[in-house]
């Protein structure tokens, strides 16, 4: 049979084994252990020789099922879940990072992906070197022995800033550091992070694949891309490892002793969510580019910022990136953090509510949210504007959103 398409893959991932009873969904494996017939096939699977489950903690069948799924279509090495998108990210600057070293980013991060390194691997003798990420030159001035990572998020939130990933690919791979990309904002079904040279990419799987928010998680994929030989903390690995020692690292020390792993009630959840995924983001997108042109013209609203409308500065890199539709996201300014309140307050269709690609719409005022606990200066060296509004684009038709928006201008 021919290659299958991302629809049919996602659909149709084998099991590990056979069900007993020849369930087309995969059961719920509700159990924390799991008995062995012998105290040597016990052993056996507590260290890594077998792939049995011994505790949910660390692997279950419902999870693994999913992480197939999820493999299948992004031909990663391996994939972890882990119970946030957050912990995806904490465990995996935890499995590359070790006191003394760097890690060369944005200040355009999302503001707990700030907070986590700027404060909390920063207690921990990590230093952040803020860069601008889109300028490939900088980028390589940073890097030295210590540099860990170069860690971006494919299309900032809410800056939405794109830096070109086969450059920094191109640096990463000649100063031997591994470019770790968060793609929450982009699908898999419009973007192969492989293609463009990420090493280990990370996705909130809250987002897109839960379909329409029903439960919290996080990805974790290793394309087994880096030579993790030029990596000072996991060099003593490779030989026993190869291609798969970050994956070793995460798997058998970290996320098992952080202890972050996806449940099987939220990973049965996301692999049926994962099931419509391409058909629910082919409608958000189509509605936030047209619902995004409409309101460049709409009285009110001072400009709107999309990758994929033709006079944005990054839209040529994201048509080659991100195809026509770089995700179900954009901001508009309106002329005050006041007028951002009022035009809030006004909404009836939408949504005043966090989080990202919901079937629903949803609307946010990320400095005064996500932003809020930060400095004024802080935000401002962010680029997170106090006249921003950023807007989730969900299911709905887009001449009811476009009417909300109005009604709330006037």
Known sequence: MKEISFESQVLHTPYEKEDAYHSLSMPIYNTAAYEF?????????FCGRTPDHAYSRITNPTVQYFENRVRAVTEALSVTALNSGMAAISNVLMTVAY????????AHLFGNTYSLMESTLGAFGVEVRFC???NPEEVSSLIDENSCAILLEVITNPQLEIADLKKLSIIGKEKGVPLIADTTVVPFNIFKAKDFGVDIEIVSSTKYISGGATSIGGLILDYGTFDWKRS???AGMVKQFGPGTFTAKLRKEIHRNLGAYMTPQVAYMQTLGMETMEVRFERQGHTCLDLAKRLQSLKGIESVNYTGLEDNPFYEL???QFGPYPGAMFTFDLPSREA???FMNKL????????LFDNKTLAIHPASTIFGSFSEELRQSMDVSQKS????VGLESVDDLYNDIEQALA
């Not at 009836?348 to 989080?355: D, G, Q, V």
């Open 37 to 45: 017939d012998t105290a040597e096939a016990m052993e056996a699977a």
């Open 389 to 392: 509004i950023r807007l989730s």
């Open 340 to 342: 951002c309140f009022s």
């Open 318 to 320: 994201s048509n080659v």
């Open 348 to 355: 009836k269709l939408i949504r005043r509510a966090t989080n």
């Open 132 to 134: 601008d990420l889109t």
């Open 232 to 234: 000072s903390k996991l």
């Open 99 to 106: 006191a003394g070293s760097n890690i060369i980013t944005s």
